[in-house]
């Protein structure tokens, strides 16, 4: 199998189990109460959602919405946690930039069609 087909199933894969398990902490919090903090990450969360399923169809399109997720969890998460700290912050936004990333590499790896 070829290296941009592993890449796009992998990160097709990861995506998706970092929607769902930012979904549950979400959903999760919203049970106990209601915030602007909240709100804000499910918008992420809603975001990255989209991005992940677009890679499904376009690998660049849904690339580029997951690393754009990842960066604006990486950007959200210190301000919003009591604590500030960077295992957090990487927990929450590794896996969607590293998703982002492995799909951009997989278009960029993809053989072209031929003329």
Do not use: Y
């Amino acid at each position: 199998m070829r290296l941009d087909v592993r890449l796009r199933r992998f990160s097709r894969v990861l995506a998706l189990a970092a929607v769902g398990l930012l979904g549950f902490l979400v959903i999760s919090e919203l049970a106990d109460s209601f915030s602007g903090e909240v709100f804000v990450l499910g918008v992420i969360l809603l975001f990255g959602a989209v991005g992940a399923v677009v890679a499904w169809m376009d690998d660049f399109t849904g690339g580029f919405a997951l690393l754009a997720a990842g960066a604006a969890l990486a950007v959200f998460v210190p301000f919003a946690a009591e604590h500030s700290d960077l295992a957090v912050t990487l927990l929450f936004a590794g896996p969607f930039a590293v998703a982002g990333a492995m799909l951009l590499a997989a278009g960029w790896l993809r053989p072209s069609p031929p003329p």
